[in-house]
Every structure is written in C-alpha cells, then in structure tokens.
C-alpha cells in the first residue's frame, strides 16, 4: 500500500494504461466541438451524452459480475442519467475506448498479478520489475509473464530471496497467497462468481494486500463493475478537482495548502456511480492524466 501512498502505481503499470485509457484530452478550442468529439467513429457513444437527464433513472440496474462492451455502454449511460458532472467529462475525454480495449485483451493470471503487485509495493518500478523478472525466471515463465504457484511454494525463502531479492517478508507473503491458491481457497470460481463485498472480505485478509490493491485488482484483473480505489492519489486529485471538494474546517485553520479528500468526502459523489463505479474511477484518473485540459470543464 505504500506504493500508493506515494503515488506509484504498483504492478497496474497505470501511467501507460491511462494513457491509452481514452483519447488526447480535447484543448480548448476543440471544446465548442465537443459532441463531436464524443461521436467521433462511435457514434452510438454520441448518442449517450445526448441523453435526457430527466428520463427516468434505473436505480438498481441488472448488471453481470464482470464488464462487458454492453454494460460498459449501459454503465455510461447510467453515469450520465445520474451524475450532473460527468457529462462535461464525456465531452471532454470522449467515449471510453480504453476500457473496451482494456476488455479486449482478457484479464491476466490472477496470482501473477498479485505477486506483481506485492514486489511493488514500497519501491521504484524499475527495481521490483526487474524483482519480478528475476522470480519469473526462477518459478514461472518470462515468456508469458506467468507464476506458478507450485514452484513458488516448492522454492525455499532463501533461495528466492537469493534470485529475486525480494525481502523475507514479501517472500512470506507471496509463499502465502500461493498456498491459498493450491488449497483451492482462491481459484477461478471464487474470482468469477463471487460478489465484490465477498471478494472484498477474502482477499483483504490476505497477506500483503490492502485496500487500494484489491480495488485495483478488482478492476484491472477481474473486470469488475464496482471498483474504486480511494485511496489513489490521482482519483482524489481528479475528484478534488471535478466536484470542487472543500478541505476540512481544520485544515483551512492550518493553512494546509497540499491536501487530498477523505474517503468520506469522496462517498458524497461516489454515491451517485451506483454499481458503475470502476468505469467513473477510469474516467477520473484520465482526468488526472489531463488536468490542464480539465480546468476547462464547466462549473
């Protein structure tokens, strides 16, 4: 988790995945344009921001477990409908390309990525990538990108420690989450079919994962509709910035010029994403990847 709490975005690679999130940022004199920009080669993604904000809202839409292109464009939809600042967002940003290509490409192996994840956290990305190739190389496969967990429970810590350089305790973490993956505890069926709130209450137990992990994992590995990672530096700054959240009457008190909002300030907007909340956090951290182009949205 502290590889979040300094801005660094783990094994998710996020600067590069927001980058191809959604088209360049509109600029200001493209702005004036901007359905068209929504329009541009989709135009049924146009269409939603032509929406009537008074249709009536669907409060508990039927969505699938994981995302699909249809709900990806339901979820649009529903953000429209339901949130006043996210349609100037659209407009912006334009339809949610990335996301699609994200779907596109399948979801990786899930125990790869939380290891991924685990070497990570604390330290530059430069280092823990070169952690983790060197732990592909030793229990997995450099080619694919993929761990076996029987061959990292099968491997002593030292001689992981050795190879990877992982320290002792990322080490036991990782042996871990292996184990629960041989035991049958996290399988497939467990990461398809369980509810968010149940994911949410397994993996949080696990060694070494933490909140903003499992949200991003949720969204990124499993395609899940729910996720949002509040503790993401960017997502505050994006939502600071688009719903003009206030500091606290204490930090105004103290002169604090660098703040970021609580969970609980966030919940007040949040609360209005319904079941959609991994495809609004997606459209906020591109909002952080283009803050000058932002300050142009509307009040």
């Known amino acids: 988790e502290a590889a979040r709490a ?36 989709r135009s049924n993604w146009g269409q939603l921001c032509s929406l009537d904000a008074s249709a009536p809202i669907e409060l ?12 990806v464009q339901d ?8 949130d006043p600042r996210f349609r100037p967002i659209v407009q912006l940003l334009g339809p949610p390309q990335g996301i699609l290509e994200l779907l596109d490409k399948g979801k990786p192996d899930p125990f790869s990525t939380l290891v991924q994840t685990i070497c990570h956290q604390q330290l530059s990305m430069v280092v823990c990538q070169g952690m983790f190739e060197r732990l592909l190389g030793l229990c997995g496969d450099r080619t694919s990108k993929i761990l076996d967990p029987q061959l990292v429970a099968a491997a002593t810590s030292d ?9 002792y305790r990322k080490i036991g973490y ?12 996290l399988n497939e069926e467990v990461f398809e079919s369980a509810s968010d709130d149940e994911l949410r209450k ?6 070494g994962i933490g ?23 960017a997502l505050q700054s994006a939502m600071k910035l688009v719903y003009d959240i206030k500091p606290p009457r204490e930090l105004v008190l103290k002169n604090e010029v660098s703040w970021m909002p609580t969970k609980a300030q966030m919940q007040k907007h949040t609360c209005l994403w319904g079941p959609y909340g991994s495809i609004a956090s997606l459209y906020m951290l591109r909002i952080a990847d283009n803050e000058q182009a932002a300050i142009f949205l509307p009040d």
């Not at 508990?60 to 709900?71: A, C, G, L, N, W």
């Open 6 to 41: 300094s801005g660094q975005d783990g094994c998710f690679n996020l600067p590069a995945v927001r980058r191809r999130a959604f088209p360049q940022a509109a600029s200001p004199s493209e702005l004036s344009a901007s359905p068209r920009i929504v329009e541009e080669k």
């Open 60 to 71: 508990e839409p039927d969505v699938p477990v994981s995302m699909t292109r249809q709900s």
């Open 75 to 82: 979820g649009l939809a529903y953000l429209l409908r339901n």
């Open 159 to 167: 001689k992981i420690r050795e190879v990877a350089k992982l320290s």
């Open 174 to 185: 990782i042996k871990r989450i292996a184990e629960l993956f041989l035991d049958g505890t």
């Open 202 to 207: 397994r993996m949080t137990a696990l060694p």
């Open 211 to 233: 909140e903003w992990t499992l949200e991003m994992f949720m969204i990124f590995q499993l395609h899940r509709h729910g996720g949002i990672p509040y503790g993401d530096v």
